[in-house]
């Protein structure tokens, strides 16, 4: 059953046309997740689609109710970001529309509020369209990914995981097809020169042969006409050249391998040591005391809710607060989301290299992973999108003359594609990550250590994520498992009490502890 459908879309930001799509249509219990670039349309294709936006090319034509969850959230109120988002959430979800679109609707939640709006969308009985930039929340919902390209909307099948796989089929397709381009090409070329040369080769008449024998034998006629031909088989070879079909080539991602100084005394080295320190804002106590240590070449990821002081703990470790010992052998950089390090005046390429000691083929090596590619380096970073911006300031960074990345929040404001990147680059680099996120695809790929502040304790985990949530998983099964003996034993003891002595009182406390053990069965 078609509940929406979109015809002939155009719609144009001054003069450049930003959507160009024919045919769109949404499906009862349709579950899609809308990808591209920064800038790409995703915003201004969900407008349309919900009808906030009219197009100005095209028709929307709407079977059904739709409902949609705006990327800007109101900012006049004393909630905090986490909060007011949920408010808009669940104000969308009450009102049941058969069509929910969401426009970054894990903005400014944390890892625990992204996974309780994973599981109400999972619940939920309606088609969405949801643009985000978090791969794991894709995974777990979407059975379709729409890609906007250029203008264009491309449809994939499956996850966020599977699309990623079906592009990658399409760079190596690409990439065997331009191989073949380029082998005819070379083939016809070598041909070419070769049917050239015998053409000029063919005017000469035989060195044997005396001038008035080749008079006598007509060798020179049988020549012009030998030439005549090869010069005819030269064209259309040119001709077949010019008609072959050119095709691009693929950009390859070059490896990465830079220096980091102190490098001897650094790896695997204890270079950070945090010993008996409380963390605290004003009478609040967000932590109790904590002693912990880091090793040169660590990824160390904080995460927690929002409130529970990972910033704070990143800001004394970058202070050197009391408690907190670094090695004189770490050269620290720090990344925050104010990016007070980039110069909106200076060019990209100028931000970058006033800070680094690598060469420009390497510094634009790294801007290119980060999809800067040769004349964008010498945009200057004023005119430049937030994201854009967010991808200089950690260029910058990353190339800086340092050892230690402090990383708070890193992929805010990135779209999937530079998110991508960024893990990739952190994935080759050999010095220090400490790094605060809710992105958990970057923390599961990049995290060797999990460092968790929850209930006011730090609790340092030796491992990656997966195996820190699997850790976490078996602790809540055993924590319930003990709730659910200690209540059934509650039980049976009122039970007893009820067959012996029936009151409405033990009735109640009956009934409570029953209720208790039905939450923690759905828990469960």
């Known amino acids: 059953m078609i509940l929406l459908e979109a015809l002939n879309i155009k719609h144009y930001v001054k003069d450049r046309l930003l959507l160009d799509v024919n045919q769109l249509q949404i499906h009862k219990n349709d579950r899609i997740g809308l990808v591209g670039r920064n800038g790409s349309g995703k915003t201004t294709l969900l407008n349309i689609l919900a009808g906030k936006l009219p197009p100005e090319n095209g028709t929307v034509i709407r079977h059904v109710h739709c409902e949609l969850l705006p990327q800007l959230k109101r900012t006049d109120t004393t909630k905090s970001g986490g909060e007011v988002t949920q408010a808009y959430i669940n104000d969308a979800i009450v009102k049941a529309p058969e069509i929910l679109f969401a426009d970054e609707p894990t903005t400014n939640l944390d890892t625990e509020h992204i996974e309780w709006l994973e599981k109400k969308l999972i619940q939920w009985k309606g088609a969405f369209v949801i643009v985000s930039h978090d791969r794991a929340f894709l995974d777990a ?54 049917k050239e040369k015998k053409a000029e080769r063919a005017t000469k008449a035989p060195k044997k042969v005396s001038k008035s024998e ?31 079909e050119k095709v691009e080539k693929v950009k390859e991602t070059p490896p990465l391998k830079m220096n980091i100084p102190n490098e001897d005394t650094f790896k695997d080295r204890i270079i950070l040591r945090v010993q008996g ?59 925050s989301q104010n990016l007070n390090i980039v110069d909106v005046e200076k060019s990209i390429l100028e931000n970058v290299s006033s800070t680094s000691k690598q060469d420009e083929t390497f510094i634009r090596t790294v801007l290119a992973r980060l999809h800067f590619f040769r004349d964008d380096v010498h945009k200057v970073v004023g005119v430049l999108s937030g994201g854009e911006r967010v991808k200089v300031a950690l260029a910058k960074l ?43 695809r970057l923390i599961e790929n990049i995290a060797t250590r999990i460092l968790a502040i929850h209930n006011r304790e730090i609790e340092l985990f030796e491992g990656t994520y997966k195996q820190y949530k699997h850790y976490e998983h078996q602790k809540k099964r055993n924590i319930g498992e003990d709730k659910r003996l200690i209540l059934e034993t509650k039980i049976s003891e009122v039970l ?16 409570r502890l029953l209720e208790e053990k039905r939450k923690l069965d759905m828990f469960e």
């Open 141 to 194: 919902l979407c059975t379709t990914i729409w890609e906007i390209n250029e203008g264009q909307v491309n449809e994939y099948k499956g996850n966020y995981s599977d699309y990623a796989e079906q592009k990658e089929v399409e760079y190596r397709q690409k990439k065997i097809a331009y191989e073949k381009y380029e082998m005819k090409k070379k083939q016809l070329e070598e041909a070419l020169k070769l």
């Open 214 to 244: 080749a008079k006598i034998t007509g060798a020179k006629p049988y020549f012009a006409k030998k030439q005549k031909k090869l010069q005819k088989t030269a064209k259309a070879i040119e001709t077949r050249l010019e008609k072959l």
């Open 277 to 335: 320190v409380t963390g605290a804002i004003g009478e609040r106590i967000l932590w109790n005391k904590v002693s912990f240590h880091v090793r040169g070449g660590d990824k160390l990821a904080i995460i927690g809710r929002n409130g529970s002081g990972k910033t704070t703990l990143v800001k004394k470790i970058i202070n050197q607060d009391k408690g907190i010992t670094i090695s004189p052998s770490v050269k620290m950089g720090y990344f």
């Open 398 to 440: 990353f190339l800086s003359n340092i050892n230690t990345l402090i990383l708070d929040e890193p992929t805010n404001f990135l779209d999937i594609e530079a998110a991508s990147a960024l893990e990739s680059l952190l994935k080759e680099y050999e010095g220090t990550v400490i790094f605060v996120s809710h992105d958990r």
């Open 496 to 511: 007893s009490r009820l067959s012996t002595e029936p009151c409405e009182e033990l009735e109640m406390e009956f009934q």
